[in-house]
């Protein structure tokens, strides 16, 4: 239901760096965790990152270290800093909102997804 924006992408040499974006371009609730998973062929759909709104961060394992994701001004736009790139980032990353509102009321969505390579 909710529109997500992702931009940034692009192809990068192992160890270079990459800053992807996310924005709703519908309403979210302040309650509300953004982030992105990513998949790439023959692999399962895996968490990169995420933030709650109180500032609460999660890593996958594989990227800790190595990405960092923030909050912008707006509660509803978010940042990944990926640093340190490797050949197994190479994925298409999907861009998510998970909100809640009072009761049962809820607003998610899926992003149109990015291409993230690292090839030399």
């Known amino acids: 239901q909710v529109q997500l924006l992702e931009t940034g992408g692009g192809l990068v040499q192992p160890g270079g760096s990459l800053r992807l974006s996310c924005a709703a371009t519908t309403s979210i609730f302040s309650t509300n965790t953004m982030g992105w998973y990513r998949q790439s062929p023959g692999n399962e759909r895996e968490l990169v990152a995420q933030?709650?709104?109180?500032?609460?961060?999660k890593y996958g394992d594989s990227v800790k270290g190595r990405f960092t994701i923030t909050r912008g001004s707006a509660r509803d736009i978010v940042n990944l800093q990926m640093d340190n790139l490797r050949l197994e980032d190479t994925a298409v990353y999907y861009c998510?909102?998970?909100?809640?509102?009072?009761?049962?009321?809820?607003?998610?969505?899926w992003g149109q997804g990015t291409q993230v390579t690292v090839s030399a």
């Open positions: 933030i709650s709104d109180t500032g609460i961060t």
């Open positions: 998510f909102v998970r909100s809640r509102g009072k009761g049962w009321d809820s607003r998610d969505g």
